[in-house]
């Protein structure tokens, strides 16, 4: 296995892995899984605390366990980023993109520059509805490539963080999947390529035993 984008690897582990864990994700988004549930929650905990506590930083956790359709996703992001009014789509007016890309901050506090998705247990939605969390990843990566090469607004990096177990190995291991390839949507070219001009999702899978000791 290599480090290229959507496949898994083991590097060796690093003594400060949630340092590192950042650093990997200046350049790429993350898909990290175990069979062990407590190394799971343990990562998630341990990597949304260390990236909450950087300045200028925003965290959005997502709890997977509780997310099995739609409804469920967008009732966990309307609580982690402030919008007026979610509806319950993936694009369009006060949809799911909308809310992605949107930047609210408290009076007082300097605007985010950096904010990081952590979806804990995505593999959930995907055994239960794999088209739905194909074109929620699709959207999610989408925007944060669009904020970063096809934004006039100031500058915000995001990256997404995807934890859970096997699956999310399995899916970053095919071709057609959303960490690999943008969805298409039988126009032509897709629309996150078009928009943005990344060819392609840049997500690195590795086992969670290759980051933290």
């Known amino acids: 296995m290599t480090l290229l984008a959507g496949h898994c690897d083991a590097p060796f582990p690093a003594v400060d892995w949630q340092p590192e864990a950042m650093a990997l994700l200046d350049e790429r988004h993350l898909s990290v899984w175990s069979h062990a549930q407590a190394r799971k929650s343990q990562f998630a905990a341990s990597l949304a605390q ?18 099995g359709d739609l409804e469920s996703f967008c009732h966990q992001l309307e609580r982690s980023i402030p919008v007026p009014r979610l509806e ?11 809310a992605l890309r949107s930047r609210q901050t408290l009076r007082g ?7 990081y998705i952590v979806w804990n247990d995505a593999d959930v939605l995907l055994r239960e509805d794999r088209d739905l969390f194909a074109k929620l990843v699709d959207a999610m990566l989408g925007v944060c ?24 190995a399995d899916y970053a291991e095919d071709a057609a999947g959303q960490f690999r390839a943008w969805l298409p949507d039988g126009l032509g070219d897709p629309f ?19 980051l933290m000791p």
């Open 50 to 67: 260390f990236l909450g506590s950087q300045r200028e930083t925003d965290v959005v956790p997502l709890y997977g366990r509780y997310i």
């Open 88 to 98: 319950r789509r993936l694009d369009g007016t006060d949809s799911v993109t909308e």
């Open 192 to 210: 996150w390529s078009l928009v943005t001009g990344v060819p392609a999702p840049d997500v690195q899978c590795m086992h969670i035993d290759a």
């Open 145 to 168: 490539a669009e904020a970063e090469y096809a934004s006039e607004d100031l500058l915000l990096i995001q990256r997404c963080v995807f934890v859970g177990g096997p699956a999310l």
């Open 109 to 115: 506090r300097s605007v985010a520059r950096s904010r």
